[in-house]
């Protein structure tokens, strides 16, 4: 059972907006950045978005990030088969004075 | 570029200690987080800890009573020890610059606990 909370699953057709939801708690994402990664298949996890909405250089501007209340989410517009992997949300949990990651969900593009 | 290279232990018996190490190159490690993932095959992302150039740690608390983690300057590299390992400790195992922005990702490597 992941701190963080994301649905295990999403999908969307090329050229389509997908958003991928992360849900947390006063002691994490209430006060703190979120992140988010992606991991392509066979690969390891890339930092995709940082400090809520931010894209470190070399990340398509198709993906953004927002962060409100205890929740936050990832965005991925105009949608490409080479987007599909997995993707993690984290932030760093105050009271347990670690770093929690959500379960994932796995991106498929139809 | 920053780049980070695991140790390659392999495979570890049960009850045993596993070690690994990070080689970073292309900057120092002073000055910064630096941690340790791992995912189980099939499985999601778990935190496992992270250390300061300093000395400083934090560690997941489900992990905390069998990690300890440390860091050598000298030779740009950082540590994790996780003792008392079972079949459970069996993933793939990730060191990262930052924390919780981890910017940087080593390739990973796997470590199988099996007698």
């Known amino acids: 059972q992941s701190v963080l909370t994301q649905p295990p699953s999403a999908s969307g057709t090329p050229g389509q907006r997908v958003t991928i939801s992360c849900s947390g708690s006063?002691?994490?994402?209430?006060?703190?950045?979120v992140y988010w990664f992606q991991q392509l298949p066979g690969t390891a996890p890339k930092l995709l978005i940082h400090?809520?909405?931010q894209r470190p250089s070399g990340v398509p501007d198709r993906f953004s990030g927002s962060r409100s209340g205890t929740s936050a989410s990832l965005a991925i517009s105009g949608l490409r088969s080479e987007d599909e992997a997995d993707y993690y949300c984290?932030?760093?949990?105050?009271?347990?004075?670690?770093?929690?990651f959500g379960g994932g969900t796995k991106l498929t593009v139809l | 570029q920053v780049q980070l290279q695991e140790s390659r232990p392999g495979l570890v018996k049960p009850s045993e200690t596993l070690s690994l190490t990070c080689t970073v190159s292309?900057?120092?490690?002073?000055?910064?987080?630096w941690s340790w993932i791992r995912q189980p095959a099939g499985k999601g992302l778990e935190w496992i800890g992270r250390?300061?150039?300093?000395?400083?740690?934090n560690y997941n608390p489900s992990l905390k009573s069998r990690v300890t983690m440390s860091e050598d300057t000298s030779k740009n590299q950082f540590s994790l020890k996780l003792r008392s390992v079972t079949a459970a400790d069996t993933a793939v195992y990730y060191c990262?610059?930052?924390?919780?922005?981890?910017?940087?990702w080593g390739q990973g490597t796997t470590v199988t606990v099996s007698s």
């Open positions: 990262a610059r930052g924390g919780p922005n981890m910017h940087v």
């Open positions: 250390i300061y150039s300093s000395g400083s740690a």
């Open positions: 984290a932030a760093w949990d105050g009271s347990l004075s670690a770093v929690v």
């Open positions: 400090t809520d909405n």
């Open positions: 006063t002691s994490n994402i209430g006060p703190n950045y």
């Open positions: 292309g900057d120092s490690i002073s000055g910064d987080w």
